[in-house]
């Protein structure tokens, strides 16, 4: 069955300039699929044309009527004075209407009940419990607790949280609401890691259809059963996830450009012929005749585009002499906001070359220690950079001191530089034409990111810190990104929730939980391996401590066994607990680091062979 069904869908903001030309497609009952595309290409504009928010010029759309339609936007509205329990309930409106007219019905029938209102009061009762009204606050608290949206958060008003608290907050709305069909437009900006794999998780068991809008690669690979590009206002179809998606987009442009090479060697060929017996068929015309022939056949030969290659920034980092060892250190540095402490005793060494990723919940204070790395928040403690350290910093949250700027004059009068420089450097980041005179309060997120760094790129730096480097930034321009960072052999520090992002640059990893930063000597697949084995050893060892009552049934010597079995445990795990001790000690020595962490490893899987031994001695 057929969810939505798109035939020659035509829109165009400036007459002659289609968004969408004629673009086709068909999404069946249940699939996955995940939109892409360069920003600006009119994604977002599809998806407000799916919903009825937005008029098309051309073409058929169709979405199933029987189906409930629910859409996720990147910029959510609601009501003034609306709390986030508010945006929550409004998931369930029609069924707190049913809830408030049967408390009126419950409040009258106190003094006495009439055969008309049980019988409506018994109707409502059922539409309750068949909608899921009994199980409301139950399916609230659920969802809350696996985007992590803690009760404090409930109370405050929806207009004063974040960016990334309020997409939560409105995405949790959306799972409340049991739509059939799933529009997600950038569901992951602003989710922090334990958020977006909760979410894919969900994804993968909705029963329902989704639509997915996304810059995050590792969110399509687990996500999308197939994939459509818009480009140029068509789509393209591919049928897989993102890895099948590169591949394939990378064969098909070495057939096309092939094809089109073979073509213009034989035209090339054919014309050359061509001339040739023209010049001999002046007093021949029968050559002349094959000439003509040949020039017909030419004319029909099926004429292959050449592939274009998309627009791309050339740029690098400017860089500067790196000497001595140490980039920075921080000793025993601490923050805390009132009663509130984000990290304490914090002690890290980095060098040069190094490249960590600062990981952690969203609201754990990362960009808060970036802040105080760089001086911009006071903190306990003391940071200290090496004598030749240059950094250069790249926040989550752009900033310009005169808007009202356009990015030529921002060019002018922040670098100081010639008109001639600031075009050069604004072209190498696709800002050209009458782009360069936009007002620079008027770009995107995106576009705004992009200006940033080709501010920073100028920039003689060796050490490089980045916070949410790919936020707002499409696929190509994250790729962009990443060519440069690749070049870049200097230091390298970065918050970030995009797991591509990470798993391709990061050597090491900080995690900032719980008031302190633990430090992994290592990459992003190793990281998530330790966090997992420790993730599955806690409740193993928790659930399956054991009892010193003495096994019903059992000999001696197998009471006995259990009881040195037991002593054995209670040993290997305060072994376990002063290996997390000497780790916390050693966090800035990564040979010993290393060392006391594939012992505890070790120790850790000792301590499963006794638990497995324990149960079958109880047995």
Request: net charge negative; with cysteine; charged share 30%.
């Amino acid at each position: 069955m057929v969810d939505i069904q798109v035939k020659n869908l035509t829109k165009f903001f400036v007459i002659g300039e289609n968004l969408l030309d004629n673009l086709s497609f068909e999404i069946q009952e249940g699939e996955r699929v995940a939109i892409l595309g360069r920003n600006g290409c009119g994604k977002t504009t599809l998806f407000n044309i799916l919903t009825g928010q937005m008029e098309y010029d051309g073409g058929e759309v169709y979405v199933n009527p029987n189906k409930r339609l629910g859409l996720i936007s990147q910029i959510p509205k609601f009501p003034e004075g609306y709390t986030v329990e508010d945006v929550l309930r409004s998931a369930y409106a029609s069924l707190l209407k049913v809830k408030a007219r049967m408390e009126q019905l419950e409040a009258a029938m106190t003094v006495g009940a009439t055969a008309e209102q049980l019988r409506e009061y018994d109707n409502l009762s059922n539409r309750f419990q068949s909608g899921g009204g009994y199980a409301m606050d139950v399916e609230v608290d659920k969802i809350c607790n696996g985007l992590g949206i803690p009760a404090e958060q409930r109370v405050q008003e929806f207009a004063s949280l974040s960016g990334g608290e309020k997409t939560r907050a409105n995405l949790a709305r959306l799972l409340l609401e049991k739509t059939d069909i799933l529009l997600l437009d950038e569901p992951t900006n602003h989710l922090d890691l334990n958020s977006v794999e909760w979410l894919e998780g969900y994804i993968q068991s909705f029963k329902g259809t989704v639509l997915a809008i996304s810059h995050d690669r590792y969110f399509i690979d687990q996500i999308a059963q197939r994939v459509i590009e818009i480009v140029d206002g068509h789509a393209e179809f591919y049928s897989g996830n993102y890895s099948f998606y590169m591949d394939e987009k990378q064969a098909r442009f070495d057939l096309q450009l092939k094809q089109y090479e073979q073509e213009q060697a034989k035209l090339k060929q054919l014309g050359y012929t061509v001339e040739r017996m023209k010049g001999w068929g002046i007093n021949n015309r029968t050559l002349y005749r094959r000439a003509m022939s040949i020039q017909h056949r030419m004319d029909r030969i099926r004429k292959t585009e050449r592939p274009k290659t998309e627009r791309t920034m050339k740029a690098s980092f400017g860089e500067k002499d790196f000497s001595g060892d140490v980039v920075f250190k921080m000793k025993n540095v601490s923050k805390s906001f009132g009663d509130r402490t984000l990290f304490s005793d914090v002690n890290l060494l980095v060098e040069g070359g190094e490249r960590i990723a600062l990981l952690g919940d969203n609201g754990t204070g990362k960009s808060t220690f970036i802040k105080c790395l760089l001086g911009e928040e006071d903190c306990q403690g003391k940071i200290q950079f090496g004598p030749t350290v240059k950094w250069g910093y790249l926040p989550q949250i752009i900033h310009f001191d005169h808007p009202e700027r356009s990015l030529y004059d921002t060019m002018l009068y922040e670098k100081n530089c010639t008109p001639q420089v600031a075009r050069d450097r604004l072209g190498a980041f696709l800002f050209q034409g009458e782009d360069v005179f936009k007002t620079v309060g008027n770009l995107s997120g995106g576009e705004q990111s992009r200006l940033r760094l080709c501010m920073l790129m100028d920039e003689k730096i060796n050490l490089l810190i980045l916070d949410e480097p790919t936020n707002h930034l499409d696929i190509a321009s994250r790729e962009w990104v990443e060519a440069a960072i690749e070049e870049f052999e200097g230091a390298l520090l970065f918050v970030s929730h995009d797991r591509y992002f990470i798993e391709k640059f990061a050597e090491r990893i900080w995690l900032l939980e719980d008031g302190h930063i633990r430090d992994f000597p290592c990459g992003y697949q190793k990281y998530r391996s330790i966090m997992e084995h420790e993730a599955a050893a806690k409740p193993v060892v928790n659930a399956s401590k054991p009892k010193k009552e003495r096994p019903k049934g059992g000999t001696k010597d197998s009471e006995k066994l259990v009881r040195r079995l037991e002593r054995e445990i209670e040993k290997q795990e305060q072994a376990i607990a002063d290996l997390d001790g000497k780790i916390e000690a050693a966090s800035a020595d990564y040979q010993e680091l290393t060392r006391l962490l594939g012992e505890k490893e070790a120790a850790e899987a000792s301590l499963m062979d006794l638990m497995e031994q324990w149960e079958q001695a109880q047995e």
